[in-house]
T-cell receptor, first 117, second 114 residues
Framework: DAGVIQSPRHEVTEMGQEVTLRCKPISGHNSLFWYRQTMMRGLELLIY????????DSGMPEDRFSAKMPNASFSTLKIQPSEPRDSAVYFC???????????????FGPGTRLTVL | SQQGEEDPQALSIQEGENATMNCSYKTSINNLQWYRQNSGRGLVHLIL?????REKHSGRLRVTLDTSKKSSSLLITASRAADTASYFCATDEGPNFGNEKLTFGTGTRLTIIP
């Protein structure tokens, strides 16, 4: 298995531009998570999906952020318009949530390093 | 407020020594997990301990959990240069909320000196 795939790995853009981050979860996994990591705030959960449905988006900073999961093998995180304070590493993770199971290991992608100038 | 807080924030030891990191959390949990993050990489799951377990081993890793104190420790024995990384604990929302959503601590940066 290729693991969780994220693209692009690096993104440099100017303030005000639209940014789209992409994620392909591990095949067969039914939960997908978007995180943001910065030195100041650590690792923050932005949103997560179960069976392609958004379950908790309370971590999404503001309306400039949106996430979609049109099918089980693809998700996007969009920032429009981007701001310098959005600069961070964005991680996608996936897991298999089995009914009645308490085991919930998450598998992380390599991350996208976003720099907004 | 953040669920998990690791202690210490940074730790440097000689290769071959043991490394101990601690994690404290605030609310009831179903289980607690430890992850490792190498520089520039994503997090990798190391070990999970359930709330009804007190100790668990995996290779050179030993994890303890004290639910009465809401704390956990991760011990890495006979450390190697390759163990240099940041280590995070992660907790779920507890028996009343399920276990999908994890909250990660602030991490301990471990440096192994060859």
């Amino acid at each position: 298995d290729a693991g969780v795939i994220q693209s692009p790995r690096h993104e440099v853009t100017e303030m005000g531009q639209e940014v789209t981050l992409r994620c392909k979860p591990i095949s067969g996994h039914n939960s997908l998570f978007w995180y943001r990591q910065t030195m100041m705030r650590g690792l923050e959960l932005l949103i997560y999906f179960n069976n392609n449905v958004p379950i908790d988006d309370s971590g999404m900073p503001e309306d400039r952020f949106s996430a979609k999961m049109p099918n089980a093998s693809f998700s996007t995180l969009k920032i429009q318009p981007s701001e310098p304070r959005d600069s961070a590493v964005y991680f996608c993770a996936s897991s298999l949530q089995a009914s009645g199971s308490s085991y919930n290991e998450q598998f992380f992608g390599p991350g996208t390093r976003l720099t907004v100038l | 407020s953040q669920q998990g807080e690791e202690d210490p924030q940074a730790l440097s030891i000689q290769e071959g020594e043991n490394a101990t990191m601690n994690c404290s959390y605030k609310t009831s949990i179903n289980n607690l997990q430890w992850y490792r993050q190498n520089s520039g990489r994503g997090l990798v799951h190391l070990i999970l301990i359930r709330s009804n377990e007190r100790e668990k081993h995996s290779g050179r890793l030993r994890v303890t959990l004290d639910t009465s104190k809401k704390s956990s420790s991760l011990l890495i024995t006979a450390s190697r240069a390759a163990d240099t990384a940041s280590y995070f604990c992660a907790t779920d929302e507890g028996p009343n909320f399920g276990n999908e959503k994890l909250t990660f601590g602030t991490g301990t940066r471990l440096t192994i000196i060859p």
